[in-house]
């Protein structure tokens, strides 16, 4: 049973890879190749000599990262080695796969392809990242560098894809490195937010005198449980109450709503989640009701119990 759920998950892991691999030669084959745009990294080198010379794209990118990946097995062991490999190989198989999806020219604005080329492309590569893989190119040259000369992996992997870019510009035209830009920017963000995950969540926290009476109320009619935070104010050195909350962004009104109407005057900090996982959101959870209800019960049986429990004299 146990071997079975674990060829499961790889299973599931290799599948999601594939999908990230095939969603993201989309956006190449379908809007950045027909618009003569480029991408960051190994595959915009590819593209550059594909311009040039006509070589396929996948092919080049395989090649090209065969050096990547012995530095990837030499320098961070086998099993990172091998997630280069799958996702390499797997994604320069269907690039050159699906090539004759350039032909079909989807959109002629160079903008419209820069835009949903960027987008595709980062969601393909955010599905990727979120399996524990990678598709080599720069991201492992990075972690590299990192690891030798602890320089940030955003800056160096920006500093070899400006050169890329501008390398473009003299080789062909302004106007295309300019949507080469914005096709990079697209591609980041969107990788970024996929590999962060898409469930976008809003953390709470209420300092209130009335966060007692606020955590009921909220428990009660949005249903998600409540932390409290032990705090000292820093002028007066009083004990606060901090509550702590986590809320899915449509309940956010109904949480400010609840809070001033106990105390219009609460400290209250509302930011950004994600990827929350947990019971409420990821795994069931019980109502407010019934968790009340199990907890009365409890209180009342432990008082049942030291009435019978004989006092010591």
């Not at 956006?27 to 311009?51: Q, W």
Request: aromatic content about 10%.
């Amino acid at each position: 049973m146990l071997a079975q759920s674990v060829v499961r998950k790889h299973l599931q892991r290799y599948l999601q890879i594939t999908l990230g691999c095939l969603v993201t030669c989309l956006g190449f084959n379908l809007f950045l190749i027909p618009a003569h745009l480029l991408t960051g990294g190994l595959s915009g080198l590819a593209l550059i000599v594909y311009y040039l010379t006509g070589l396929p794209v996948g092919m080049q990118n395989l090649v090209y990262n065969l050096p990547i990946i012995y530095l990837a097995y030499r320098v961070f062991g086998r099993l990172y080695a091998w997630d280069t490999i799958v996702g390499t190989v797997v994604l320069s198989v269907i690039l050159d796969a699906t090539h004759f999806m350039v032909a079909w020219q989807v959109a002629e604005d160079p903008m419209l392809c820069a835009i949903f080329g960027g987008v595709l492309a980062g969601i393909g590569f955010g599905l990727v990242f979120r399996a524990n893989a990678n598709t080599g190119g720069l991201d492992v040259v990075a972690a590299v560098v990192k690891k030798y000369y602890a320089l940030d992996v955003g800056t160096v992997v920006f500093v070899l894809n400006f050169i890329i870019v501008m390398s473009s510009a003299f080789m062909f035209t302004l106007q295309e490195a300019l949507f080469t830009l914005v096709a990079i920017y697209v591609t980041a963000e969107l990788t970024n937010r996929v590999t962060a995950g898409l469930n976008r969540e809003k953390s709470v926290m209420v300092i209130s005198p009335q966060a007692q009476i606020i955590s009921r109320e909220l428990m009660q009619e949005i249903g998600h449980g409540t932390t409290f935070l032990d705090g000292r104010g820093g002028f007066a050195g009083e004990r606060k109450d901090i509550l702590f909350m986590v809320v899915r962004l449509t309940q956010v009104s109904r949480v400010k709503t609840i809070v001033n109407h106990f105390d219009p005057q609460a400290f209250m900090i509302v930011s950004d989640t994600s990827e929350v996982r947990g019971k409420g959101f990821t795994l069931a959870c019980e109502s407010y009701e019934s968790a009340r209800a199990k907890w009365e019960e409890e209180q009342a049986q432990a008082q049942e119990r030291q009435k019978n429990t004989p006092q010591q004299r």
